[in-house]
């Protein structure tokens, strides 16, 4: 690698390191910030926790966001080699920019407290960066129908979110606080209210963490198809018996018992807990409540992980892509 080259690779590390920070800095508080001010966790336990499981989730579920991040947004026609040499180099140092301003924006926005979005931020960069390379090179690279659904999944998430905390928030009190005995009511249900979280961590393992497995496995000839375990890439049913789903049945049976398990380990745990402190009011309740809130707040964090991660590494990635390809923009990292 020429020296030059060397020296860019170096900017690119210390640039997305420092968008990473922003994102840790800004973004984490959507994770752990309920459960620091319900005092569930000290701050010191929810940093541990959201570092644990951010980590995990960026590890083993994050390459289809950041695969979208490098080259969902600008689309480049490989097939044009004169249009690829001409926007590699630029292409390169305008994810750099993108990710460099991004930051800034970010340690601004976290500097006075203002919760904004990273995604909006580095999808917002890569997007100028695209228009002006458009009118410099006379092409047409930004996918709008990416940028479209991108869009409308910052209306829909904090609409869906709304309507699912109302849901969960109208069910707790109608079946557990406003009942004779709030805290025997909790213990049972508490279990019931945390199969959901663990039945989707249960899909993500499968469909993430384990997708090499069960390729591994195909070819040790000790499953037929790993399709039977994991969504086709395309043209998929949303039928669970049926070859082509989405959610294949294998897939949806092992997520259950994952879930029914956990449910029943805090069943057992929570049968068995003695609440010191206050016997009157909700004591008990909040109590139980914090284990739900830790739950919640881990799976948040991997979601995030899985997620926000490629805020900062997708850029790095097309950039990494250039560098070690002589230059050459390709179709895969």
């Known amino acids: 690698m020429e020296p030059l080259m060397g020296l860019v690779l170096l900017v690119s590390i210390l640039v997305c390191a420092y968008l990473a920070w ?13 459960s620091v001010g319900s005092r569930a966790l000290t701050l010191k336990q929810a940093v541990i926790v959201a570092a644990i499981f951010e980590f995990i989730g960026a590890f083993f579920a994050g390459d289809a966001v950041t695969d979208t991040v490098r080259k969902g947004i600008l689309v480049v026609d490989f097939d044009n080699q004169a249009l690829v040499d001409a926007i590699s180099a630029d292409l390169m140092y305008g994810f750099i920019a993108a990710m460099m301003a991004a930051a800034v ?19 917002g960069g890569i997007v100028g960066v695209g228009l002006v390379m458009e009118v410099q090179h006379e092409t047409s690279l930004i996918d709008w129908e990416v940028v479209e659904k991108v869009a409308m999944s910052w209306v829909a998430s904090p609409v869906m979110g709304g309507l699912f ?20 009511r909790a213990r049972w249900m508490a279990p019931i209210l945390a199969i959901p979280t663990f039945f989707v961590l249960g899909l993500a393992l499968q469909f993430k963490a384990l997708k090499g497995f069960f390729g591994r496995a195909q070819d ?39 879930s029914i398990i956990a449910a029943v380990v805090l069943a057992y745990i929570l049968r068995n807990y003695d609440f010191k402190g206050e016997k009157e009011g909700f004591h008990g309740v909040e109590r139980i409540f914090v284990w739900l809130q830790v739950i919640a707040a881990a799976y948040v964090a991997f979601a995030h992980g899985a997620n926000d991660r490629s805020n900062a590494i997708g850029p790095m990635a097309a950039v990494y892509q250039v560098l070690s390809n002589d230059g050459q923009l390709g179709a895969v990292a």
């Open 22 to 34: 922003n994102i840790g800095a800004n973004d984490v508080a959507n994770a752990m910030g309920t």
């Open 105 to 123: 924006w970010l340690t601004v926005a976290t500097r006075y407290g203002l919760p904004v979005s990273t995604t909006h931020s580095i999808i």
């Open 165 to 184: 905390a109302f849901f969960t928030f109208w069910i707790i009190r109608e079946a557990i606080l406003d009942t004779t005995d709030p805290e025997a």
């Open 220 to 258: 040790n000839g000790w499953i037929e198809d790993k399709y039977d375990w994991l969504p086709v890439k395309e043209g998929g049913s949303w039928n669970p018996m049926m070859d082509n789903a989405w959610f294949p049945i294998n897939s949806l049976i092992l997520a259950g018992v994952i």
